[in-house]
């Protein structure tokens, strides 16, 4: 009940969530040389830096406006297909990554700048797309939403070879035999679609979850249960990976296929590789859909339709299903299906549950409880520059984007509203630490009442980035951090008069690496990025650029816990 069989040879899927991290900016355009070759422009645009990374000439004949796309940045290991498009077709198209959150809003104001928008699942483009100017939406692809176990430890819970139900993760779970990373459930596609499956699993697979289903206290504890064996979170499915193969960790919920992208590194860095688990009771399928927003312009009408018969062709479907990516238009081909491994648990022959995604109402209300009530509770450190260089500009900005955390009427608009078991610690400084401001739990009037003292505070002295940070490691005795995800927020304009050298010492040296908190920096100002770049390695996090949208940058540096 309420789920769609998806076999080898069909393909077609539900709806849900995306994926963000920072924004990519890929602009493709050809030139024709005497000898007929072609030469390709491919510049990436990351946090406000700007890189030619391919690029034999300077193109002559570049289309005068680009097909503007955005896109889930599941989707960026398919730039070669937008780079093969352009050099045969001699167009231009700049792409854009973003979260699934920010998609749906955007198309809510009617789709900004861009003239297409490819997001995870065809959900977002439901939910968003109220004044219906999406046209021609078609699936690229489709990839279910998969735990990725390691396989030893998948072998030793008994998983491999057999079929595995929600309730046999959950035991695992509760037993402290199994941990994974998952993207949030309200930032992300591909933790909005697993969610959604657990709800499925422990409802016993309703036709349709409705929202008078969500009430059920036996399936708020068990949902709870199963969050708890979250122990890193994360705002986009992409980085979510990325993270996973720079630690060790046991396992992490992700899409299918970067599932399979992982294996193949782990395999050529001589790595153990991940058994991957579909629960029984149905899986979420992304369905990639690509739609074009009708501004009126006929000519780029016409180049997304060139665009999207180019991408349904049989051709660059193939190449798609060299990535991983099912396919519907043809079937996975003998050649290409070695990339799905039978011997790290995904089997074309296997028939897949594909669960049916509830409406509008349900998945508005699923995603409130999941943030204020069901998630793992986070434990976040906010450590707020007040140093000279933030009057004027920089100050109000930051005040700005506090508000929009700790008024919660604002911070439910984000799907970022403080959890009853959350607990937020404010760490001010500037040459020091001037004041730490403690808030657990959601009531409205404390949490408005630490954004009133945050307030009150006025800039002053120089900037010394390490003495809060350090000030969060210590702070983070007093809580056990195994009920929590915990993650350190930097916000600062300027650059810090103490040595990184220092603290990379320190945190290796006294236990502060095994603790496994992120510390995450949000820049703006005169903020030095290497600075920033090197804390965020370290501590296996990244960097957000508020210089140009504070608020925007601070909202997704938030989704990562």
């Not at 490819?118 to 939406?137: C, E, Q, R, Y």
């Not at 140093?387 to 608009?413: C, F, P, W, Y």
């Amino acid at each position: 009940m309420g789920k769609k069989r998806f076999g080898p040879g069909c393909l077609r899927a539900a709806l849900l969530f995306l994926v963000l991290a920072g924004q990519i900016l890929a602009r493709c355009t050809n030139e024709k040389g005497e000898a007929g070759n072609t030469a390709l422009d491919l510049t990436v645009s990351r946090d406000g830096t700007t890189t030619t990374i391919a690029a034999d000439t300077a193109p002559a004949n570049r289309s005068k406006d680009p097909l503007r796309i955005v896109s889930g940045s599941e989707n960026r290991d398919l730039e070669f297909l937008l780079e093969d498009f352009c050099g045969k077709n001699g167009a231009a198209i700049s792409i854009s990554y973003m979260g699934s959150l920010d998609i749906m809003d955007l198309l809510k104001g009617g789709g900004g700048d861009y003239d297409a928008v490819w997001p995870a699942n065809s959900m977002w483009i439901s939910l968003g797309d109220t004044s219906f100017k999406v046209k021609h939406a078609a699936s690229v692809y489709q990839t279910p939403v998969v735990f990725g176990i390691k396989k030893s430890v998948a072998g030793s819970l008994g998983f491999t070879g057999r079929d595995v139900s929600v309730t046999d993760i959950l035991a695992a779970i509760q037993a402290k035999k199994l941990s994974f990373c998952m993207t949030s459930a309200t930032q992300s596609n591909s933790g909005a679609c697993a969610y959604i499956s657990f709800l499925y699993a422990f409802l016993g697979n309703p036709e349709m979850i409705r929202s008078d289903d969500l009430d059920d206290p036996a399936l708020q504890v068990s949902v709870s249960e199963l969050l708890k064996g979250i122990n890193r979170s994360s705002g986009s499915s992409d980085w979510l990976k990325d993270l996973f193969l720079s630690s060790d960790y046991d396992a992490m919920v992700n899409y299918e296929t970067l599932i399979i992208a992982a294996n193949r590194r782990l395999k050529e860095e001589g790595r153990e590789t991940l058994y991957a688990v579909y629960p029984k009771e149905g899986v979420a399928l992304a369905d990639s859909p690509l739609g074009y927003i009708d501004n009126g312009d006929s000519e780029k009408e016409a180049l997304f339709k060139k665009l999207q018969g180019y991408l349904m062709s049989a051709p660059a479907q193939a190449e798609i299903q060299k990535t991983g990516r099912r396919t519907g238009f043809i079937p996975i081909s003998a050649e290409n299906s070695g990339a799905f491994n039978a011997d790290d648990g995904i089997d074309l022959a296997k028939t897949l549950s594909v669960i049916k995604m509830p409406g509008a109402a349900a998945i508005e209300k699923a995603l409130e409880l999941y943030q204020e009530k069901l998630k793992k509770p986070s434990l976040t450190f906010y450590c707020l520059d007040f140093s000279g260089s933030m009057s004027g500009t920089g100050e109000t900005q930051l005040k700005e984007a506090i508000l929009n955390l700790l008024d919660q009427d604002r911070a439910k608009k984000n799907l970022l509203a403080a959890g009853e078991k959350d607990t937020n610690v404010f760490v001010l400084f500037d040459s020091g630490v001037r004041q730490v401001i403690s808030v657990s739990g959601n009531d409205p009037e404390k949490l408005l009442g630490v954004y009133r003292t945050v307030d009150a505070v006025q800039p002053g002295g120089g900037t010394n980035i390490y003495a809060p940070i350090i000030r969060c490691f210590q702070l983070t005795r007093g809580y056990r951090l195994q009920d929590y995800i915990s993650s350190i927020i930097l916000m600062t304009d300027g650059e810090s008069s103490d040595h990184f050298e220092e603290f990379s010492a320190l945190y290796r040296n006294t236990g502060l690496e095994e603790l496994d908190i992120p510390v995450f920096s949000i820049m703006f100002g005169d903020a030095r990025k290497t600075q920033l770049d090197a804390l965020a390695d370290l501590t296996r996090a990244r960097v957000f650029d508020g210089k140009t949208d504070l608020a925007a940058a601070f909202k997704n540096a938030k989704g990562y816990n």
